[in-house]
């Protein structure tokens, strides 16, 4: 099975059910698959989409995010799902990085389309969903223009479990973003370890919330439900809150995929007897951050659902392991290894580390990518012994169950949202008034972790907190902007020179 033949079956077996909701709109299998043939078709005949050309998608939640992603990958083309936060320069280097040929997007997104316009090297066309792109927008065509009068049968297109099929761009240790490579194979295999181990069934409903692009959301919102048979109940977003609730109240959806934050929120929420008697999941996955047991047992008490930790991250597809739906749950552990994945704690020399010992978590499965494209030697370093290195630390005891002690990189999670240090620091660096800068995670009641910049200032300069705020904004996504500006006389350091960001954590802001 690849996630071509994956939509085929299920829209053959189950051609009249609805496959998704979204905002009165609803499509059933045999149609949602009658439209993702015609927009494949469309992107072969008209755009020259050929196997294994990168497609970029830069749509918010809905529906069409999901015609896209299937008509791609239909093609036996690849999938570059791009972050709907970035900055114009941001989205340039991601293009160009990947070579990508098409560019399917919305109206929405113009003025940053029109920043990147004609500076992507190997971009061919751009699919404007929703009306008529104006006429400065380069080689730009309508979603009518690809789809009308195409062929609405199953492209013809052989496409191996080892076919590249989805890019996930994830911070480097440079600061740049890198493409986890992730094939057909990847995928089915983690949804079919999600599925087992969830205990899923057609009849689940998963409630959407998160942002598409996401590979949390990828995994468990798109392809799972496509994978067993499922339905879908999209939203845009989680704002307005009653919307959500209304969605749940109507639509009952039975699987809930997000971030400690939402839990939080519905766990401090208070909701009218209807939106609790309609809330009836029978699993809740928390994923993207760590999840705070303060939370979890809010959660549990206020509504009749396992609330599940889980731990995975792109270059794993992205699932890796969860807390069981029926069994032990252990409060602030990430679970155990999902069906088919391997998880060991290694010591720095690569050595198994003994039960309760901390060392970096490795994992090795069907599910873990092919490598970094075009960066071999990143590849090789995260592939050392044969197993993927997280760069997470962590420990596991004597049930097998895996534990989160601390991040070995110096990543920051904001909302679900990756930010990596030195992309601020190096920005803040060319600052004029700048010459020392340190960016580090402080942990947030609602975000789970806040960047927070330390910066030390020339001799005689003066800056104030906003000035720094307002020249980092135009320059990359508003997550990405410091929360917290600290400006310090002088930085910790160690014998060496290098900055103690440990003790820049232990500062008061």
């Known amino acids: 099975?690849?996630?071509?033949?994956?939509?085929?079956?299920?829209?053959?077996?189950?051609?009249?059910?609805?496959?998704?909701?979204?905002?009165?709109?609803s499509e059933t299998y045999g149609d949602f698959n009658s439209e993702t043939n015609r927009l494949a078709h469309g992107l072969m005949e008209v755009l020259s989409v050929e196997k294994?050309?990168?497609?970029?998608?830069?749509?918010?939640n809905r529906p069409e995010f999901l015609t896209a992603l299937y008509a791609v990958l239909k093609c036996g083309a690849v999938v570059v799902p791009v972050n709907t936060f970035l900055a114009p320069d941001e989205i340039s280097f991601v293009l160009n990085d990947c070579e990508v040929k098409c560019l399917i997007t919305e109206r929405h997104f113009l003025e940053r389309v029109k920043a990147i316009n004609r500076r992507i090297q190997t971009l061919r066309s751009i699919v404007l969903i929703d009306g008529q792109p104006p006429d400065e927008i380069y080689l730009s065509?309508?979603?009518?223009?690809?789809?009308?009068?195409?062929?609405?049968?199953?492209?013809?297109v052989s496409i191996s479990p080892d076919d590249d099929a989805i890019f996930l761009y994830t911070s480097g240790t440079t600061g740049k973003p890198k493409a986890?490579?992730?094939?057909?194979?990847?995928?089915?295999?983690?949804?079919e370890s999600c599925q087992k181990h969830l205990s899923l069934v057609p009849g689940d409903r998963f409630l959407l919330v998160l942002p598409m692009f996401h590979s949390f959301c990828l995994t468990v919102n798109c392809l799972l439900p496509v994978f067993i048979g499922g339905s879908i109940v999209m939203l845009e977003s989680i704002r307005p809150f009653d919307k959500m609730l209304r969605a749940i109240a109507v639509h009952k959806p039975t699987v809930l995929a997000a971030m400690p934050q939402l839990y939080n929120v519905l766990a401090r929420a208070d909701l009218p007897e209807e939106v609790l008697r309609s809330f009836n999941f029978k699993?809740?996955?928390?994923?993207?951050?760590?999840?705070?047991?303060?939370?979890?047992r809010a959660f549990e008490e206020k509504f009749p659902t396992?609330?599940?930790?889980?731990?995975?991250?792109?270059?794993?597809?992205?699932?890796?392991?969860?807390n069981p739906l029926e069994g032990v749950r252990k409060v602030g552990s990430i679970g155990v290894p999902i069906p088919g994945v391997e998880i060991k704690i290694f010591d720095e020399a690569d050595n198994e580390v003994a039960v309760g010992e901390v060392g970096e978590l490795v994992i090795r499965g069907p599910n873990v990518m092919k490598g970094y494209f075009k960066r071999p030697d990143e590849t090789a370093d995260v592939f050392r012994s044969g197993w993927l290195h997280t760069?997470?630390?962590?420990?596991?005891?004597?049930d097998g169950y895996f534990y989160i002690v601390d991040r070995k990189k110096e990543l920051i999670i904001s909302k679900g949202m990756k930010i990596y240090p030195r992309q601020i620091e190096e920005l803040l660096y060319a600052h004029p008034k700048v010459v020392d800068a340190a960016v580090v995670a402080r942990p947030h009641e609602t975000q789970g972790e806040i960047p927070v910049a330390f910066i030390s200032l020339k001799e005689g300069a003066e800056a104030s907190k906003s000035e720094i705020t307002d020249y980092l904004r135009p320059k990359v996504a508003r997550y990405k902007v410091p929360r917290e500006?600290?400006?310090?006389?002088?930085?910790?350091?160690?014998?060496?020179?290098k900055i103690l960001k440990r003790r820049l954590r232990e500062m008061p802001g």
């Open 1 to 25: 099975m690849n996630l071509k033949t994956m939509l085929e079956t299920s829209a053959e077996k189950f051609a009249e059910k609805d496959l998704f909701f979204f905002e009165g709109r």
């Open 52 to 60: 294994g050309d990168r497609v970029a998608i830069l749509l918010r």
């Open 141 to 156: 065509l309508t979603y009518n223009d690809v789809t009308q009068d195409r062929c609405s049968a199953d492209p013809d």
């Open 180 to 191: 986890a490579v992730l094939c057909h194979r990847n995928f089915v295999a983690n949804v």
């Open 283 to 296: 699993a809740c996955v928390s994923g993207s951050a760590a999840l705070p047991e303060a939370v979890l």
């Open 306 to 322: 396992p609330l599940l930790e889980g731990y995975g991250l792109s270059e794993t597809a992205p699932a890796a392991a969860i």
């Open 391 to 398: 760069g997470d630390m962590g420990k596991t005891d004597e």
């Open 485 to 497: 500006i600290v400006f310090i006389k002088e930085f910790p350091r160690t014998p060496t020179g």
